[in-house]
């Protein structure tokens, strides 16, 4: 059986990431959101937050200020603050595995989606780090996505899925939420191996071609 982990990222947006609550609602699917975190120091968005994890989806860590990938900054502090400070905001509406999603620049997954400062601040405060492999471009392709989306469902057993509650795209969520129904897709909430290279902190996988500073330097892991 072919399973999917359903994402969104960038939120909490009133009157949008409520409306995909209510979506996944109405067909029973379960979904992992990952929030910048300087959004919850408003209150609304805040409760907005919480009523995302009582209603029954893992909130996950998509850094303070989404402004740029690590290895394109060079002051050592960033990815410290980035991280930490985000996690503190987001409090007890993360779980135990504290996950967490870098800023890659329309889903980029290649070198300077981290740096050695970012792996060191993720493994000191015992991140798990969630990466991808199914971006449809949402942002860009509001009314086709679905279809971008279902095709990559054809390319991998299990496929974690990049979305964001953040624009009118999500009006074609029911659309594509049936199509995985009626294809009998498992939804899940937890992720392949090959997507978590860190977990709870300790390194997994191989990141090599994600950690690059920002002088160029690469550092294998």
Do not use: Y
Request: charged share 25%; net charge negative; hydrophobic share 40%.
């Amino acid at each position: 059986m072919r399973r999917l982990s359903l994402t969104f990222d960038n939120g909490p947006v009133v009157g949008v990431t409520d409306r995909v609550l209510d979506m996944l609602d109405a067909h029973g699917a379960p979904a992992t959101f990952f929030v910048i975190a300087s959004r919850l120091r408003d209150p609304q968005l805040m409760a907005l937050a919480a009523q995302t994890r009582t209603r029954g989806h893992r909130i996950g860590n998509h850094t303070l200020t989404h402004s740029a990938m690590f290895g394109d900054i060079d002051d050592p502090a960033f990815a410290a603050q980035e991280i930490h400070e985000a996690q503190r905001l987001i409090g007890d509406l993360s779980d135990e595995d504290l996950l967490f999603r870098p800023t890659g620049k329309g889903g980029h997954l290649g070198p300077r989606l981290l740096s050695q400062d970012a792996v060191s601040a993720l493994a000191a405060g015992q991140h798990t780090l969630v990466l991808w492999n199914s971006v449809p471009r949402d942002w860009e392709q509001q009314d086709s996505w679905p279809d971008a989306a279902l095709a990559s469902l054809e390319d991998s057993e299990w496929t974690v899925l990049v979305l964001h509650d953040t624009t009118s795209a999500i009006d074609e969520l029911p659309r594509f939420l049936r199509e995985v129904e009626r294809l009998g897709i498992e939804l899940r909430t937890d992720f392949p191996d090959d997507c978590v290279p860190m977990r709870r902190g300790r390194l997994e996988g191989d990141i090599t071609s994600l950690v690059q500073d920002a002088n160029g330097e690469e550092h294998p892991r």
